[in-house]
C-alpha cells in the first residue's frame, strides 16, 4: 500500500499527491491553492469547509468538526479541510468565496447585457434605410453623386 494518497481539487483542477493522513489543508497549501484558514488550522474559525467526494470511507468528524458542520453538511461531504485527514483518493471542492461569487455573477450580468446591446445595435444598422444622400456604385463602378456634374 503506497503511502501516498493523490487528491483531486475542484475548481482548480489540481491533483496533488500528499502523505496519508495529511490534513486536506496541508495538502492544498502544499500546492499553493487558495483555501480559506483563518485560524491557521486550529479548527476553529470553520472557515475552511471543503465538500468531499471519495470511494475510501471517510475518518469519523472531529469534535471541532462537529461545531462547526450540522449533520445534513456532513452527510453532504462536508468537512473541516484543517481536520479531514484523507486515507484514499478524493475529490475535494473547495467552494467558492460568497463575496467573489457575488462579483463574478454582476460581472457576467454586465458582459450579457453589453453583448445584447451589441447585438440590438447591429440588428438595427442592418435594418436602418439606406440613406439618400450616401453615395451609391453605379454599374460601371464609379460613385453616383446624385447629379453633380462638372
Ligand atoms: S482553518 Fe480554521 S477551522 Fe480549519
Partial sequence: MSDKVAIRFQPQRAEIAV?????????????????PHKCGGHGTCGTCKVQIESKTELPCPTKLELRHLTETRIESGYRLACQCKLTGPATVTI????????????????????????????????????????PQLSA?????TGGVRR
Fill in 19 to 35: 502523505e496519508r493522513g495529511q490534513s486536506i489543508l496541508d495538502a492544498a497549501l502544499s500546492g499553493k491553492l487558495s483555501l
Fill in 95 to 134: 467552494p467558492e468565496d460568497p463575496l467573489r461569487r457575488v462579483v463574478r455573477e454582476l460581472l457576467a450580468a454586465q458582459r450579457l447585457e453589453k453583448s445584447h446591446e451589441s447585438a440590438v445595435n447591429v440588428q438595427e444598422t442592418a435594418e436602418a434605410p439606406i440613406d439618400a444622400a450616401t
Fill in 140 to 144: 460601371g463602378g464609379l460613385a453616383d
